[in-house]
């Protein structure tokens, strides 16, 4: 069985493309995961998920466990026969949604416990359990537990949460074992503190992990911030491995991402959104609950080729989405998965060409024209 490995091809300025390799396929990177929180991107099937582009999904560890349960899951054949994904998933380690959802959180040395959100009953997430529900599920790539504070916090609530983080990265690597063809990814922790976070990488690096995650980032701290962050945090991870923005983001703040180094990134803001009639494209986001479109016989971008540009007006999917109908859903999603990949592509291509710097400024400028149905 082929191995789990990333080669970086090329790199212009901190911005790298490569791949990386698994026994479900190869992930090219800088690579979007589209969020499939509970077995399913919402809004789309896995071959239309697929057909925009995307090389792996994201799963949650938090959700998967309270329903319908890894033991389940595993019993059935595994997350990627479960939601018939047959490439390959990622799943967060639970740690952050237990933080942000969970009711009744008590934090230890040992991990966290909880009551569920969705019916109050009481749970434990541990380093340990993490790994094994992770196993169950058949994730490859698996993270490692962590406590993700939010920002702001101050530098002592900081400091003893990456700590903690670190000695939970070491009982997850202990725990994850010996699995050929699977990868355990670390994550950096230390909030917007230089020092906390290169004292978190060098823990991380002593332990050793296949790839290294940034975590603590894009939770309330801002895109000045979260860049002057990145301008440091990606240099302190290892060169060789592939590194991991979590939770991010934006168009733009992918693009500031992948300029300082970053090769992975996943987010729901483009499959939320769309359910709430967002669309982005080139030239920024059309709200298509807006009543200029109702009579506008033109595509949401003339550029795209996805199927809500290809087949279908402005005016129709104002007309679906002011319905209430479930298509506006699927077209909308559809249409911002593609988006997101075509960045993707885009920069991939740039890089491999030495052209990333010319391919930002055309980026950024397209964006500043403001909304197609301006001009």
């Known amino acids: 069985m082929t191995g789990f490995s990333f080669a970086k091809l090329t790199q212009d300025g901190k911005a790298r493309a490569g791949v990386i390799h698994t026994p479900r396929g190869e992930i090219r990177t800088p690579a979007f995961m589209p969020v499939g929180t509970a077995a399913t991107v919402k809004a789309m099937l896995p071959g239309s998920v697929r057909a925009t582009g995307a090389d792996i999904v994201l799963g949650n560890t938090y959700h998967l466990m309270l329903r319908p349960g890894a033991e389940r899951i595993d019993r059935l054949g595994g997350l990627h026969r479960f939601m018939n994904w047959d490439r390959p998933i990622l799943t967060d380690s639970g740690g952050f949604q237990v933080m942000s959802l969970a009711e009744l959180r008590k934090l230890s040395e040992n991990g966290v416990t909880f009551r569920s959100h969705i019916d109050g009953s009481k749970h434990e997430l541990t380093p340990e359990r993490s790994m094994q529900i992770q196993r169950l599920l058949g994730s490859d790539i698996v993270m490692a537990f962590d406590e993700c504070p939010a920002l702001p916090a101050d530098r002592a609530r900081i400091a003893q949460s990456m700590a903690l983080s670190m000695r939970w990265a070491a009982r997850s690597r202990q725990a994850f074992g010996d699995r050929p063809g699977h990868a355990l990814f670390g994550i950096q922790q230390g909030g917007l503190e230089p020092d906390l976070r290169a004292e978190s990488a060098s823990a991380l690096r002593a332990i050793g992990f296949e790839g290294y995650a940034i975590g603590g980032l894009a939770v309330g701290e801002g895109q000045e911030a979260m860049f002057a962050c990145l301008d ?86 104002h007309h679906v989405f002011r319905s209430g109908e479930i298509i506006a859903s699927m077209l909308l999603t559809w249409h911002n998965l593609h988006y997101y990949q075509q960045i993707m592509g885009g920069m991939r291509d740039a890089i491999a060409a030495g052209a990333f710097a010319a391919w930002e400024a055309e980026f950024h400028a397209a964006r500043a024209l403001g909304d197609i149905e301006r001009v």
């Open 232 to 317: 440091h945090a990606p240099d302190q991870l290892p060169q060789d491995r592939p590194r991991y923005l979590m939770g991010v983001g934006k168009p733009d703040d992918i693009v500031g991402a992948v300029k300082r180094g970053v090769d992975m990134m996943d987010c729901v803001l483009p499959s939320r959104s769309g359910r709430t009639g967002q669309a982005f494209t080139r030239r920024g986001v059309v709200n298509i609950k807006n009543a200029r479109h109702a009579d506008d016989p033109r595509p949401l971008d003339e550029q795209c080729g996805c199927p809500a540009c290809s087949d279908y007006c402005r005016a129709y999917l």
